[in-house]
């Protein structure tokens, strides 16, 4: 199943709401994700540009895309980022299909 990596920053009212009355996010979004026919590898609290990351498999881009924009139209957070991650099994066929393709730089003829 393929696996994706989702990175959240919390609006500032959501993470009063949280400080005040804490909560486990990753037991709420792991129902989610299960609905979606998916499983949660894990969730982790970040420091930096995000505040929550976490990793999980999902049947597809569609799931992925639908569980990311239930999350950005809730309005708790501030950023939903999800990146789609390849497997090292995928790596040799992509590099294999990008050496074969016409695509030209900018500049080459």
Known sequence: MPAYLFQVSYAPESLKRLIAKPE??????????EKLGGKVI???????????IAIFELPDNISA??????VAAGGS??????????????????????G?????P???K
């Open 24 to 33: 486990n996010r990753g037991e709420i979004v792991s129902k989610a994700i």
């Open 65 to 70: 895309a639908s569980f990311a924009l239930a």
């Open 106 to 108: 900018v500049g080459s």
């Open 42 to 52: 894990g969730v982790w609290l970040s420091f930096g540009e995000y505040d929550t």
């Open 100 to 104: 074969a393709s016409t695509y030209k």
């Open 77 to 98: 957070c501030r950023t939903v980022k999800t990146t789609p991650l390849l497997s090292a099994e995928d790596v040799v066929p992509v590099l294999k299909k990008a």
